[in-house]
């Protein structure tokens, strides 16, 4: 697959680790997170706070200017909030097919049960979960993987249990458990990217991996 590199840092990445910006039809830069707008992209991979600074010191203007060969686009203000907003949105439209699909479970005791049959590919907790049943399914989760005395544990979200619960379908969603590997594997993708532009990456093993920066050449087309 062909990197993409960070207009900002000059780094090199995976497409799907990176954030494309785009220009609306009226000059507007936006965030195009399904990288599927026509035309000309730029790419970053970097927190939302090191987006904040590049935008208040007008770095971030200079490397677009440079990418899009146009100093006179217009960059909202609100363009840090927009990509954070999206990539939530993506992660609860994605938490939502896969309830749909059939691939997750909800309830504690349900999930308990899973776990320690090793039928749990991941495990999620909400931003709100109180530790105590977190601790309890992430001891099922290495009972079941037979990694009892290690760090394995599930995910805990920057998502609280309203927005899991309106995003699923279902009430009161606490705590997710994933039982399809392919499910887990899309769910980590967009675990990752919000952590990652959040700064919060939980490095706990395959859950969740940093946001790098690529592009194919700065402003080059996607």
């Not at 006179?72 to 909030?81: E, M, R, S």
């Not at 392919?182 to 990652?196: F, H, P, Q, T, V």
Request: some cysteine; glycine content about 10%.
């Amino acid at each position: 697959m062909t990197e993409r590199k960070c207009i900002l840092t000059g780094d090199r990445a995976d497409p799907e680790r990176l954030i494309r910006l785009a220009v609306g039809p009226e000059g507007q830069v936006l965030p195009d997170l399904r990288a599927k707008a026509p035309g000309r992209g730029a790419w970053i991979g970097v927190s939302r706070a090191d987006l904040e600074t590049a935008l208040a010191k007008g770095k971030l203007r200079g490397a677009l200017a440079r990418a899009f060969k146009d100093g006179d686009l217009a960059i909202p203000d609100t363009l840090p909030a927009m990509i954070e907003d999206g990539l939530r949105k993506a992660l609860l439209d994605r938490l939502g097919l896969e309830a749909r699909a059939s691939m997750l479970l909800t309830g504690s005791e349900k999930i308990d049960v899973a776990c320690r049959k090793g039928q749990v590919e991941l495990l999620l907790h909400a931003a709100d979960a109180a530790a105590d049943g977190n601790r309890k399914l992430d001891q099922a989760l290495r009972v079941g993987r037979e990694a009892e005395g290690t760090d394995l544990a599930g995910i805990t979200l920057p998502v609280d249990r309203n927005a899991l619960s309106m995003a699923m379908g279902r009430d009161n969603v606490v705590h997710i458990a994933v039982t399809d590997s392919r499910a887990a594997s899309r769910l980590r993708a967009a675990i990752g990217r919000l952590e990652s532009y959040l700064g919060c990456a939980t490095g706990a093993p395959v859950q969740g991996e940093t946001v790098s920066t690529d592009a194919p050449g700065v402003g080059q087309p996607s």
